[in-house]
């Protein structure tokens, strides 16, 4: 009985700590997403609403992948500092200053924020590699497990990295297959 009652505690301590949602595909993310765009961090700005804190970050927009072209973009992520105060949720992005980041997001709400389609799982970020002079691009899922949905097995994401030219063309051959499919 002492070994359930402590594999519990280990359970339940570790899911605290970790936001636990379904895995999304590079094809589920770009169908979902109503802007996809290569861009750079410019600005953040802490707001509070209501008893919640949100950070906005604004982006500056270098390329658009998926849908209407815009120059600069507000993604809103719950959590972050005001005041001496700080809210922290796991599983949410969070951008540098000048981080460059290929984001799926999805439609903007009434103030024209934009909201990360699956969290973090809609945030590449983008670094150049001095060994093989190549920029990558790669999920930061930390503060994320996953569920299965058949089976319904939490694990943790392992996070691989891709050549952002190779990224960027996976994402347009699927807008190009969904603009096929529509016609």
Known sequence: MRRLVVALAFLVSSLALATVMVPLSLK???????????????DKQ????GKMIFTDYTIQVSEVLKGA?????KVRQPGGESGGKGVYVAGVARFT???????????????????????S????????????KARYAVQELQGISFMK?????????????????Q???QVKSIVANQKADKK
């Not at 770009?30 to 861009?39: R, S």
């Not at 949905?149 to 030219?165: A, D, Q, Y």
């Open 97 to 119: 200053p000048a981080e460059e980041a290929v984001l799926f997001l999805a439609r903007p709400g009434k103030d024209g924020a934009r909201d990360l389609i699956g969290w």
């Open 167 to 169: 990224l960027q063309t």
């Open 69 to 73: 072209t815009v120059k600069e973009v």
């Open 149 to 165: 949905k058949s089976t319904g097995e939490i694990t943790e994401p392992s996070v691989s990295r891709i050549e952002l030219k």
């Open 46 to 49: 802490v707001v509070k609403s």
């Open 121 to 132: 799982q809609g945030k590449f970020h983008i670094y150049y590699d001095d060994k093989t």
């Open 28 to 42: 589920q993310l770009t169908d979902d997403a109503d802007l996809v765009v290569v861009g750079s961090c410019v």
